[in-house]
């Protein structure tokens, strides 16, 4: 399992050719899918038929170091599952230049996954989109490290009109940060959006209902919530499995992610994998949540919506930075991209930027017309063994993906083209 920062879980298997979803059953029993997949599993290709793509639309990706090989990297990934390369691709630094990339050290190599999962996913849902991958200096790992230079890398993006859509594909548990006034001063970038009706996503968590300590090694052994993904002005993805055939038809319905107890994912040892939300120990109730108050009581619930994050079920991805190849990634780390693939197309088709979309989600709610279909189906809940910090193993008990609104999934998942019809309408049936 990778570290606790970013949001994404790695199988140690590369492909010299794209795997196929039978490639990856046979070879390494779990499921594997191709943005092809993806894009028929979430409808968008009635949209793409109508010019709606992301045109005119910029997605912003922020990562510490990001990768020394992304537009390679993109070119390869898109030549070989037949997407057109975007509009642009511009790289930015600044918050400062990025140091040398050194292949051997392995959180500049998970931060060069993150990034090439944020860039080849969220293009795969957009494919008209530009990209805007700002790179930041210091490696962002629990409590404030890092945070600072991302918000400044926001907000230099947003005030330069860079940025339509944010998606965040990191995030630090509420319990690391030295207290909630240190959390609060890191919000200008969401304020900025706000003003600037950017759209901003997070990813949930990796963890299920839980997440990791400051040694970034340990995780708590009780419920808590990671920030910006708890942040109100933040629209929170979590994580769903899909269950697709070669040409991402579902034969099954999806369900919350969960893989803590699968062998084939996470071997002999429990470990958690699993869709990340919960209520803040930060935010209280934000208003468009006053209609879930039942599950989320006075505090910010999360997720909102969500996503495919599944590692039995991983997104295929190409990379040449070290191990040249095809390699398969999971977490809420794709979940965040992939929704803002959807949202950039919805921008599109409504001629104007959403900006903060949490108060129309949850006026839509998951009604068969709303496009966010609901999920039901599994639960959180994660078992771990910690060896510094509160010794032992633990299971924390999660939630239940249900009916209507919960806090495994949110208000379910995203059928994109009934989806972008209804935000680029205001959400009017």
């Not at 399992?1 to 010299?16: K, N, S, V």
């Not at 809420?332 to 129309?360: C, I, K, M, W, Y």
């Not at 032992?392 to 209507?404: L, N």
Request: net charge negative; aromatic share 8%; glycine share 12%.
């Amino acid at each position: 399992m990778a570290a606790a920062e970013p949001f994404h879980i790695a199988i140690g298997h590369a492909f010299a050719q794209p795997p196929t979803t039978a490639d990856c059953q046979t070879q390494i029993g779990i499921s594997c899918y191709s943005p092809n997949q993806y894009q028929k599993a979430y409808d968008m290709l009635p949209l793409y038929r109508q010019g709606l793509t992301g045109k005119g639309k910029t997605i912003l990706i922020v990562d510490s170091f990001g990768s020394p090989t992304i537009q390679n990297d993109l070119k390869v990934f898109d030549q070989e599952f037949g997407l057109p390369d975007p509009p642009s691709l511009n790289v930015i630094q600044p918050a400062g230049a990025v140091p040398p990339f050194d292949p051997t050290n392995s959180d500049m190599t998970g931060w060069a996954e993150e990034t090439t999962l944020d860039v080849e996913y969220a293009h795969a849902m957009a494919p008209g989109a530009n990209i805007v991958l700002a790179e930041t200096p210091v490696s962002e790992t629990e409590g404030v490290t890092g945070l600072p230079e991302m918000i400044q890398s926001e907000n230099f993006a947003i005030n330069h009109h860079m940025a339509d859509v944010i998606t965040q594909s990191f995030g630090a548990t509420e319990a690391t940060f030295p207290n909630a006034r240190s959390i609060l001063n890191l919000r200008s970038a969401y304020f900025n959006a706000l003003a600037h009706r950017v759209t901003v996503l997070a990813s949930s968590g990796d963890a299920g209902p839980t997440d990791f300590t400051d040694n970034l090694a340990d995780l708590f052994p009780f419920r808590v919530i990671s920030w910006p993904s708890g942040d109100p002005l933040v629209t929170s993805v979590g994580g769903t499995q899909l269950h697709l055939d070669a040409t991402g038809n579902r034969t099954a319905p999806d369900n919350v992610w969960n893989d803590t107890f699968d062998p084939n994912v996470v071997g002999d040892t429990p470990s958690p994998a699993a869709s990340g939300g919960g209520t803040s120990a930060v935010f209280g109730r934000p208003f468009y949540q006053n209609g879930v108050a039942s599950d989320t009581g006075r505090s910010r619930g999360t997720p909102d919506i969500s996503m495919s994050a599944a590692v039995n079920g991983a997104a295929i991805l190409y990379f040449s930075f070290v191990s040249p190849g095809f390699h398969l990634v999971g977490g809420t780390s794709e979940a965040s991209p992939l929704f803002s693939g959807v949202v950039a197309v919805a921008d599109q088709a409504a001629h104007r930027d959403l900006g903060l979309l949490n108060p129309t989600l949850y006026g839509l709610g998951d009604r068969g017309p709303s496009g966010i279909d609901d999920v039901v189906g599994g639960n959180t809940t994660v078992q771990f063994t910690n060896t510094d910090l509160f010794p032992g193993t633990h299971t924390v008990k999660g939630f239940r993906a249900d009916r209507g609104y919960d806090l495994g999934t949110g208000l379910g998942t995203a059928d994109g083209q009934r989806l972008v019809g209804q935000l680029s309408r205001g959400g009017r049936f």
